[in-house]
């Protein structure tokens, strides 16, 4: 039953990396998956602060401060937060690529 | 020449290129209709996702809504651009590994089932079709504003060049007509925007001006200006809110768990070339997008400010020139309830001066007294980001039909040429499907699109969560889940929006949260019900915990793992 539905023969495969032959030990995997956690937790912590944290729950006490005019509550709800979405991901992207490579596990391909 | 002879000139002009692309990136194969390819560069696929992402409400809409909602407006600015992290982070790499056409591909798989996969296409659909309806009627509007033609001609006008570029291109047209898209609707959106920023602060970047002094000798920046003049008028501060903390709080979490849950948003992600290269578009994705979302809110102070200067206690007579052009249009009004001939705008009862919030778009280019040609891109940009993002809905909904349910639910023995053949056709049904929506709207859609992200949210988004970081999560427990989530959202919202609308008030509410955020707390027992139902039935097949695995590291597809 499991067989004819899980075929595992994607149409969209990613590339053929460099590490195709090798055999990545239990070991790396594991230790991999759980620094990819631990850096989503502090990225995703990062996120609800500026957005649900500063942006709504402390945005009434935040906009007793100012910055570049703009009460620092509202200025979070309606422009910080959007910057600061936009840096985490790109410091997520980053930290990934050095992990991966840390661990054997990038998606570099094979003539790179 | 007249601004409309340009408009149709600059019209028909962006439809020749949308076209032109789509017969030069004609599709030959499942995977080029359904992933253009997969070889798509991440900073193109940006900009298509951007384009994809931004409707015409988001051009047309937004910065009037914010205009008039003032601080309550924020949850639309983090709730449509904080998902974009959730799917950067938790879901777009982990799907692009795991390598097929479709959402329901990877529910099907991953819970090892044909109902989870059935589960999965009922939420698409139920979620794409109630966005796509609105997005036609958008396409319709858009057209009769700026090109005077009936909404019926403007929707026809635009399914057929959606059909045009959807249906022989499929996903690889529509990535390229986006991409085009993206650079008229982003141009058409910040030229205005620019000037009228130097109109009121002198400052040229609208992100800056709208925190900078008024030009106007007062000493005031733009938001205590803004704050002062509406509450002598009568009207709530600006800067102040007015919904209770855990509304605002639900809807914009129901808004960035929608957006990370949206089918035709996910699958863009399975169009670029690699796992890295997903997290990497994501990124340029929302920089594309907050360009937009960090000036709407600008635009928005700036408009609302200049409307309450220039129609406030001043002579009909002197009224300035846009305001009469789009008197016309029935957008503004004017009635004189105290014969003194002087337009009065306040938020009580001897209000004379009625607004739509959509003017506070169209109208910019005259307000800031710029040249035809501003215009005419203005209604180019309009038409471009309705369409791109009806195309986008489109496509997710016949890959649905022609890949899981036909493909790979009832005719698995069909050849690829068969199936691409059933892509085109389910394509070109959805479009006039869509189409007819456009034309004769049920009267509930407009209420309905903003609920899209709330059924996202409840069904899809926790089933692929759950499918990639929780290895024990079985099909038991994720159908039980979509199936709590969808339903108890939708009722949620039904009840409320058409069964009893007149309870639709704060006290009779659930915890105080508004059927807007209500998709939080699908989600929350989509969750909780997927875990309960996974403890007391078997845990996944072997099969599927290697497959979690193996989508879960970036690295090549072939490779071994010691065990």
């Known amino acids: 039953m499991t067989e004819e539905i899980y075929d595992h023969q994607g149409e969209n495969l990613p590339p053929a990396t460099h590490h195709d032959q090798q055999t990545i030990s239990e070991e790396n995997l594991t230790t991999y998956w759980q620094s990819n956690l631990r850096l989503l937790a502090k990225l995703l912590s990062v996120w609800f602060l500026v957005s649900f944290g500063c942006g709504i729950i402390l945005a009434d006490w935040l906009d007793q401060f100012s910055l570049f005019g703009f009460k620092l509550g509202f200025w979070f709800a309606q422009q910080g937060a959007i910057y600061a979405f936009v840096a985490l991901i790109f410091i997520y992207s980053w930290r990934m690529k050095t992990l991966e490579h840390k661990f054997g596990v990038d998606d570099d391909e094979e003539n790179s | ?563």
């Open chain 2, 1 to 563: 020449m007249t601004t409309q002879i340009l408009t149709y000139l600059f019209v028909s002009a962006s439809f020749i290129l949308y076209i032109g692309i789509a017969i030069w990136s004609r599709a030959g194969s499942t995977k080029d209709f359904y992933v253009a390819g997969g070889g798509v560069h991440p900073v193109m696929n940006g900009m298509a996702t951007a384009a994809d992402w931004m409707s015409a409400a988001s051009f047309i809409s937004m910065a009037g809504i914010i205009s008039f909602m003032g601080r309550d407006g924020s949850v639309y600015l983090m709730g449509w651009t904080g998902g974009y992290v959730l799917l950067a982070l938790l879901l777009a790499p982990y799907l692009r590994k795991f390598g097929r056409f479709t959402v329901p591909d990877f529910i099907g798989e991953r819970y090892y089932s044909k109902g989870a996969r059935i589960v999965a296409v009922i939420c698409l659909i139920f979620i794409s079709f109630t966005y796509v309806a609105g997005q036609m009627r958008g396409v319709g509007i858009v057209f009769s504003r700026y090109l005077e033609v009936e909404v019926t001609t403007g929707v026809i006008i635009g399914m057929a060049v959606v059909f045009m570029y959807a249906v022989l291109g499929g996903m690889k047209g529509i990535t390229y007509t986006q991409v085009a898209q993206y650079c008229v609707l982003i141009f058409a959106y910040m030229v205005p925007a620019i000037f009228i920023s130097i109109m009121i602060t002198d400052n040229p970047i609208p992100q800056l001006g709208f925190g900078s002094e008024v030009n106007d000798g007062s000493g005031l920046s733009v938001l205590q200006k803004l704050d002062g003049v509406l509450m002598d008028l009568g009207f709530n501060a600006y800067t102040a809110g007015t919904k209770s903390t855990i509304d605002v709080f639900a809807i914009t979490a129901a808004l960035m768990f929608g957006t990370a849950g949206l089918p035709h948003v996910l699958v863009r992600f399975f169009t670029v070339p690699k796992v890295s290269d997903a997290r990497l578009s994501a990124g340029y994705a929302l920089v594309f997008i907050a360009i937009l979302y960090t000036t709407a809110p600008a635009v928005a102070s700036f408009a609302r400010l200049n409307l309450v200067d220039t129609l406030h206690n001043s002579s009909y007579e002197q009224a300035p020139q846009w305001f009469s052009n789009w008197e016309q249009t029935g957008l503004v009004g004017w009635e004189d309830k105290n014969d003194d001939g002087i337009m009065h705008y306040s938020a009580g009862s001897d209000n004379e001066v009625t607004v739509d919030r959509d003017i506070m778009v169209l109208a910019n280019p005259e307000i800031a007294n710029l040249p035809g040609w501003v215009i005419a891109l203005v209604a180019a940009g309009g038409v471009a980001a309705a369409l791109s993002t009806a195309a986008g809905l489109l496509l997710v909904i016949s890959s649905a039909i022609s890949h899981d349910v036909l493909k790979k639910t009832l005719m698995p023995n069909i050849s690829e040429k068969q199936e691409l053949l059933f892509a085109r056709l389910a394509a070109a049904v959805a479009v006039c499907v869509a189409g007819l929506f456009g034309i004769y709207p049920p009267a509930f859609v407009a209420q309905v699109v903003a609920f899209a992200f709330g059924l996202a949210a409840a069904s899809l988004f926790p089933a692929l969560l759950l499918g990639i970081f929780y290895k024990p999560m079985n099909k038991e427990g994720a159908i039980t889940g979509m199936l709590v989530g969808l339903i108890f959202t939708f009722s949620y919202i039904v009840y409320f929006k058409f069964v009893s609308p007149q309870l639709n008030t704060a006290e009779h509410w659930l915890f105080g949260i508004s059927p807007e955020g209500i998709g939080f707390i699908g989600m929350l027992l989509n969750i909780i019900c997927a875990f309960g139902i996974s403890k007391i039935t078997n845990p996944p097949p072997l099969e599927v915990q290697n497959l979690v695995d193996d989508i879960r590291i970036p690295a090549g597809a072939g490779i071994a793992h010691q065990h």
